[in-house]
C-alpha cells in the first residue's frame, strides 16, 4: 500500500503534541510518513472507530418475531420471508470487520516505529500504549462481530474467520482457511487482555502523582492528562474492554456455539460480573435506566457533560442533533413514517403489573382491555391504541373505525400491526413541516443493563437462579432488580417471580423474556434467537382493533431454515479462495 487515506482526523484528541496539532497541508501522505507524521499512524487506527456497525440504528428486530416494518422492501423483511442468501445478506459483517482488521492490523505493525513525541520519549510512549491499546480492544471487538455474523459449521465442526494478525499486502495468500471458532475466542481474549494492560479503567483527569501508574513514575500529572485524560472518552477504555468480553463470552457459551467452544457459562458469568462489580454491583443499577433516550421529565442527553455517559451507558456514540428517528418511526399523524411496527407477539410478552405473564390466570388479564394493569415498560416503549405522543400530547388511534391515518393499514405510512414503536424516539421532537424542531440524541454501544442481563442469564445457567457463583449476587438478585426498577410486582413483592425462583427452566424463561423486553428494538433479538437455538418461525401478528374487540391478526410469515442459525460466508469470497469454506446449508 503507497498511499493511505486519512478518513477521519480528531485533532483534540491528539493534543499536547506539536507534531499533533500541525498537520501537513494534505490529506494524504506515503504510508513511510508515518514514522515521523503521527496523525497518518492515527488515521489507520481510527478507520476502526468508524467502521462500528453500532454507529447507526439498524433495526434488525424486522427480521424476528418482535417488529415488521411498513417499507415493504425493507431488507430485514426479505431476510424474514425467505430471501436471505449467501449473496443476499444485510447483516453481513465480512468485509467491513475484514477491512478494520486490516487497517487496525497496520496500525499495530508499526505503532512501535512512530516518534509520537520528539521531545519526550516517555510522553511518546505513552501515547503509542494508549494507542496500541486501543487497536488491540478494537480487533477484539471486530472478532466478535464476525463470528456474531459469519461463524457457523462445516461437517459438524464449527468455525468462525481467517485469524490475521499483520497486514496484508499485494504479496500475501489471500487464501486463508477459517480457523476453527474456539481459536478465534482465544484470539479475541488474547486482544482483549492486551488492551487491558495498556488501557486506563476510564480516561479521567488526575491532579495528583499518587494516581499514576507505576510504569509511568516520575511524570506530572498534567502530561499524564494529556494522553489519558478526559478530553478522550468514548475512546476505547480497559472498562470497555472487560464488557465487550463478557458479550463475547456469553456468546460463545451459549447452545448455538457450546460445542464448539470452551467458554463455559461460568466462565461467561464471571466475565459480566467483573463489569457490574466496577459499576457498584447491584447498588450501580441505574434507576433511571429506562429513559436514557429521553427528553422532557426524564432527560439524561441535554444535561451531559462533554464525553460524560448517564448511569445507564457505559460506551456510547457522540451526541448529534437531529430528529431522523422521529421522521422514521412517529405515526402519520405527527409527520412521521412509522416505520417500525412492534408485533403483538411482542406485546404479549409483557406482563401484568402484578407480574405475572398474560396468559397466566393470576395476572387477571382483560381481553376487552388488554392495555390495563400492564407492566409500565409497555406503554413507555410501544404506541398502543389510544396513547399519546409527540410534544402536543396528540392522541393516536390505531383502531379501523377511527377516520386517522394512523390506523391499521390505513395509508402507505400506517402501522401493519396495531402499534408503532416509541422507545429511542424524544416525544420533543416536532416534525410538523412548518415547525420542524431537532433534539439531541446518542446511541449506546453497550448499556450497562445488557451486562446485567448477560449475567443472569449466565449465572443461572451455570449455578441455577439462586446460587452465586464467585459473585455477591445471583440470577434471581438481578432480575428482581431489574423487574423493581421496572415497576412490576411491587404491591405483592412479585410473587410471579417468587414462585419460580427456584427452578432454572422456568427461570431461564423469565430471563429471556426480560432481555427481550429491556433490549427491544436495539439490535438484539435476530442474534438472541440464534444463539439460543430458538423457534425463528414464528410468525409476526397484529391486533385489528373495534371498539373494544380486539382481533387477532397474522401480518407477516417467518420462514428460515435450520441450518441460518448462522449466518453465511459471503458468496463472492468462496468463489475467490477455495480455502474458504462456506457454512453447512448455504
Not at 457459562?265 to 464471571?270: D, E, I, L, Q, R
Not at 466496577?278 to 457533560?305: K, R
Request: charged share 20%; proline share 5%.
Amino acid at each position: 500500500m503507497k498511499k493511505i487515506a486519512i478518513l477521519f482526523i480528531t485533532l483534540t484528541a491528539l493534543c499536547g503534541c506539536k507534531k499533533f496539532v500541525e498537520p501537513g497541508l494534505q490529506n494524504n501522505g506515503n504510508f513511510e510518513n508515518i514514522y515521523d507524521e503521527p496523525l497518518l499512524a492515527h488515521g489507520l487506527l481510527l478507520n476502526g472507530y468508524t467502521r462500528l456497525p453500532t454507529n447507526g440504528w439498524v433495526f434488525s428486530d424486522v427480521a424476528t418475531d418482535d417488529a415488521v416494518s411498513n417499507d415493504r422492501n425493507n431488507n430485514f423483511s426479505k431476510v424474514a420471508t425467505g430471501q436471505w442468501t449467501a449473496s443476499f445478506n444485510p447483516l453481513d459483517q465480512w468485509a467491513n470487520a475484514r477491512a478494520a482488521i486490516q487497517y487496525i492490523n497496520l496500525f499495530l505493525t508499526e505503532a512501535d516505529k512512530v516518534v509520537f513525541d520528539e521531545q519526550n520519549a516517555t510522553l511518546s510512549q505513552m501515547f503509542r500504549d494508549r494507542l496500541k491499546g486501543e487497536g488491540y480492544g478494537l480487533r477484539a471487538l471486530f472478532g466478535y462481530y464476525l463470528l456474531q455474523a459469519h461463524a457457523g459449521k462445516v461437517g459438524g465442526t464449527l468455525y468462525g474467520y481467517p485469524i490475521l494478525l499483520t497486514p496484508e499486502s499485494s504479496t500475501s495468500d489471500f487464501n486463508q482457511p477459517r480457523a476453527k471458532f474456539d481459536d478465534c475466542m482465544k484470539q479475541i481474549y488474547s486482544d482483549l487482555t492486551r488492551a487491558e494492560e495498556l488501557l486506563p479503567l476510564d480516561y479521567r483527569d488526575i491532579s495528583s502523582a499518587t494516581d499514576i501508574p507505576a510504569k509511568y513514575a516520575g511524570v506530572l500529572p498534567e502530561t499524564y492528562n494529556r494522553v489519558f485524560g478526559r478530553i478522550f472518552s468514548q475512546r476505547m477504555t480497559g472498562r470497555i474492554a472487560k464488557a465487550i468480553r463478557a458479550k463475547a463470552a456469553l456468546m460463545a457459551a451459549s447452545p448455538a456455539y457450546a460445542d464448539g467452544s470452551t467458554t463455559t457459562w461460568a466462565n461467561a458469568a464471571s466475565a459480566a460480573a467483573a463489569v457490574i462489580d466496577l459499576n457498584g454491583g447491584l447498588n450501580g443499577f441505574a434507576a433511571n435506566g429506562l429513559t436514557w433516550y429521553a427528553g422532557g421529565s426524564g432527560n439524561q442527553i441535554d444535561g451531559l457533560g462533554s464525553g460524560a455517559n448517564p448511569p445507564e451507558v457505559l460506551w456510547r456514540t457522540s451526541v448529534g442533533q437531529n430528529s431522523d428517528l422521529e421522521a422514521d418511526h412517529f405515526p402519520p399523524t405527527l409527520s412521521g413514517s412509522g416505520r417500525l411496527n412492534p408485533t403483538q407477539n411482542l406485546v404479549n410478552a409483557f406482563p401484568a403489573l402484578n407480574g405475572y405473564p398474560v396468559d397466566n390466570a393470576s395476572s387477571n388479564f382483560n381481553p376487552a382491555a388488554p392495555y390495563t394493569n400492564r407492566d409500565p415498560r409497555l406503554a413507555a416503549y410501544i404506541v398502543l391504541n389510544g396513547s399519546t405522543a409527540g410534544p402536543g400530547n396528540t392522541v393516536i388511534y390505531t383502531a379501523t373505525d377511527r377516520n386517522t391515518n394512523d390506523g391499521l393499514n390505513r395509508v402507505e405510512t400506517s402501522t401493519r400491526t396495531g402499534y408503532y414503536m416509541r422507545k429511542l424516539l424524544r416525544q420533543d421532537v416536532n416534525r410538523a413541516s412548518n415547525a420542524i424542531s431537532n433534539q439531541k440524541h446518542y446511541r449506546p454501544h453497550i448499556r450497562y443493563t445488557e451486562i446485567y442481563l448477560n449475567y443472569a442469564e449466565a449465572a443461572n445457567e451455570a449455578y441455577g437462579p439462586l446460587a452465586n457463583g464467585t459473585s455477591a449476587y445471583s440470577a434471581y438478585d438481578v432480575i428482581k432488580k431489574i423487574r423493581q426498577r421496572a415497576g412490576i410486582g411491587l404491591t405483592n413483592g412479585d410473587a410471579y417471580l417468587e414462585s419460580i425462583k427456584s427452578n432454572q427452566s422456568a427461570m431461564r424463561t423469565l430471563i429471556r423474556n426480560e432481555r427481550r423486553l429491556e433490549l427491544c428494538f436495539e439490535g438484539f433479538r435476530f442474534w438472541d434467537l440464534r444463539r439460543w437455538n430458538a423457534n425463528l418461525n414464528e410468525a409476526a401478528t397484529g391486533v385489528n382493533i373495534t371498539q373494544t374487540t380486539y382481533t387477532p391478526i397474522t401480518v407477516e410469515p417467518r420462514s428460515y431454515q435450520s441450518f441460518m442459525i448462522y449466518g453465511p460466508i459471503p458468496y463472492s469470497e468462496t468463489l475467490k479462495f477455495n480455502a474458504l469454506q462456506q457454512n453447512t446449508g448455504w
